[in-house]
């Protein structure tokens, strides 16, 4: 049951549940929407706005079928393509209380974790709100309207139930421009915040909130850092598109023979090869284009190799060149791997599902010959939930590959 769905575990009784009515939009005619099969979102061009006046943008409304059935609240927008997103089966307003018990459930689901991902937009029936735990720290981006308009609530809320040192919003993604925001990052207490050194997935990083990437640092793979380092002991890794160098470092804190992480960013690797010196970490990182490295270092060997690229396909159109990227980047892998090597590879496209990316390594490995078995599928972590009938919420897939000759 996902917080919010229903007004009795909200405090609500059937009487005043009934006072509680939204002002109500119904689909369009004709329209076929996926909102009917229980997919969070309806698109502009999907709503009937020939009934009255619209809503203001942010305003919490009813959306129904053409019967005049609830399909569930949500935050309004007419200015952004996706007009309406859900955050409740039942038609009660995102004021106080509930976004205070969605915000609460939000955090028991994380209980006991310091550094995670706390609210994860409409995978936590709060669409466009995303905060991240840095232990004391908090890293808050607002990219809806409906929850940029709440941001008081949100975080006094917050900072009730979690008491952080300070909190950062991290506000600069491009998205808000579709909902009609500007960009910003700045500090709640307006003070500066200087980049600091804290233990994540048992090694210290330099995490800066104001000035790293996303919110701060990338979160969803720590649990696979740890996870493909158990393989690493004696081997020689190599850590593609590594960025501040997690899987790289912790299959050196493993005991890997060798580690050489690669990616096109300066700043990453300078802070990855920082950290590898903080944590007196035997791992070399270089800056390099990885597909051109590939070519240039055809006779390179390793024993475990990780893929863990940015998304390739960013829009419906993209998926086709994206496939081919993927299965010419598994392919110049596997030519380089030793007999019983490992490859840890991974898609955080959503538009690229687990099967679609199971068939682009298939190829790969028949292209370079190599007999190939799958010892795992991986996902993302439960601090990233995924939703039902959201597939949007499903992006991050894996698969760990051994190479038998």
Same mark, same amino acid.
Not at 314 to 341: F, I, M, Q, T
């Given at each position: 049951?996902?917080?919010?769905?229903?007004? #009795?575990?909200?405090?609500?009784?059937?009487?005043?549940?009934?006072?509680?009515?939204?002002?109500?939009?119904?689909?369009?005619?004709?329209?076929?929407?996926?909102?009917?099969?229980?997919?969070?979102?309806?698109?502009?061009?999907?709503?009937?706005?020939?009934?009255?006046?619209?809503?203001?943008? +942010?305003?919490?409304?009813?959306?129904?079928?053409?019967?005049?059935?609830?399909?569930?609240?949500?935050? /309004?927008?007419?200015?952004?393509?996706?007009?309406?997103?859900?955050?409740?089966? !039942?038609?009660?307003?995102?004021?106080?209380?509930?976004?205070?018990?969605?915000?609460?459930?939000?955090?028991?689901? !994380? =209980?006991?974790?310091?550094?995670?991902?706390?609210?994860?937009?409409?995978?936590?029936?709060?669409?466009?709100?995303?905060?991240?735990?840095?232990?004391?720290? %908090?890293?808050? &981006?607002?990219?809806?309207? +409906?929850? =940029?308009?709440?941001?008081? $609530?949100? %975080?006094? @809320?917050? &900072?009730?139930?979690?008491?952080?040192?300070?909190?950062?919003?991290?506000?600069?993604?491009?998205?808000?421009?579709?909902?009609?925001?500007?960009?910003?990052?700045?500090?709640?207490?307006?003070?500066?915040?200087?980049?600091?050194?804290?233990?994540?997935? +048992?090694?210290? /990083?330099?995490?800066?909130?104001?000035?790293?990437?996303?919110? +701060?640092?990338?979160?969803?793979?720590?649990?696979?850092?740890?996870?493909?380092?158990? /393989?690493?002991?004696?081997?020689?890794?190599?850590?593609?598109?590594?960025? &501040? #160098?997690?899987?790289?470092?912790?299959?050196?804190?493993?005991?890997?023979?060798?580690? %050489?992480? $690669?990616?096109?960013?300066?700043?990453? @690797?300078?802070?990855?090869?920082?950290?590898?010196?903080?944590?007196? %970490?035997?791992?070399?990182?270089?800056?390099?284009?990885?597909?051109? /490295?590939?070519?240039?270092?055809? =006779?390179?060997?390793?024993?475990?190799?990780?893929?863990?690229?940015?998304?390739?396909? !960013?829009?419906?159109?993209?998926?086709? #060149?994206?496939?081919?990227?993927?299965?010419?980047?598994?392919?110049?892998?596997?030519?380089?791997?030793?007999?019983?090597? @490992?490859?840890?590879?991974?898609?955080?496209?959503?538009?690229?599902?687990?099967?679609?990316?199971?068939?682009?390594?298939?190829?790969?490995?028949?292209?370079?010959?190599?007999?190939?078995?799958?010892?795992?599928?991986?996902? &993302?972590?439960?601090?990233?939930?995924?939703?039902?009938?959201?597939?949007?919420? !499903?992006?991050?897939?894996?698969?760990?590959?051994?190479?038998?000759?």
């Amino acid at each position: 049951m996902v917080a919010g769905d229903y007004h #009795g575990t909200l405090g609500y009784s059937k009487t005043s549940f009934c006072k509680l009515m939204l002002r109500a939009l119904r689909l369009r005619p004709g329209r076929p929407a996926r909102v009917l099969r229980g997919h969070p979102w309806a698109f502009l061009g999907e709503i009937d706005l020939t009934l009255g006046t619209p809503p203001a943008d +942010g305003d919490h409304v009813e959306l129904t079928d053409l019967k005049g059935r609830c399909l569930g609240a949500g935050l /309004w927008n007419g200015r952004s393509q996706i007009a309406w997103r859900r955050y409740s089966r !039942r038609p009660i307003p995102l004021d106080a209380t509930l976004l205070e018990d969605l915000i609460k459930s939000a955090l028991k689901r !994380r =209980e006991g974790k310091l550094v995670a991902r706390l609210v994860w937009s409409e995978a936590d029936s709060l669409p466009g709100l995303v905060v991240d735990r840095f232990h004391d720290l %908090l890293s808050v &981006q607002t990219l809806t309207l +409906g929850m =940029e308009q709440r941001l008081p $609530l949100i %975080l006094e @809320i917050l &900072q009730r139930h979690l008491r952080p040192r300070e909190i950062v919003l991290k506000n600069d993604a491009a998205t808000r421009k579709l909902e009609g925001m500007d960009a910003y990052v700045r500090t709640v207490s307006g003070k500066p915040l200087e980049p600091s050194w804290m233990e994540v997935g +048992g090694v210290q /990083w330099r995490v800066d909130l104001l000035g790293g990437q996303k919110t +701060g640092l990338y979160l969803d793979q720590i649990e696979q850092h740890a996870h493909v380092a158990q /393989w690493a002991k004696g081997r020689r890794v190599l850590d593609t598109f590594c960025n &501040q #160098g997690g899987f790289g470092l912790a299959c050196a804190r493993a005991g890997a023979t060798s580690v %050489l992480g $690669l990616d096109s960013s300066e700043e990453a @690797i300078q802070a990855a090869q920082a950290a590898a010196t903080r944590n007196q %970490l035997a791992a070399r990182f270089e800056v390099a284009n990885v597909f051109d /490295w590939f070519t240039e270092h055809r =006779e390179e060997v390793f024993d475990l190799i990780i893929l863990d690229p940015p998304p390739f396909a !960013r829009s419906k159109d993209s998926v086709e #060149g994206a496939l081919r990227g993927y299965k010419e980047l598994n392919l110049r892998a596997l030519r380089l791997l030793a007999p019983g090597g @490992i490859l840890a590879t991974y898609s955080c496209s959503h538009r690229v599902t687990e099967e679609m990316y199971l068939e682009v390594i298939e190829a790969a490995a028949a292209d370079a010959r190599r007999e190939a078995i799958v010892l795992e599928r991986t996902s &993302q972590p439960a601090d990233h939930p995924v939703l039902v009938n959201f597939p949007e919420s !499903r992006y991050l897939k894996g698969f760990l590959i051994e190479i038998r000759a």
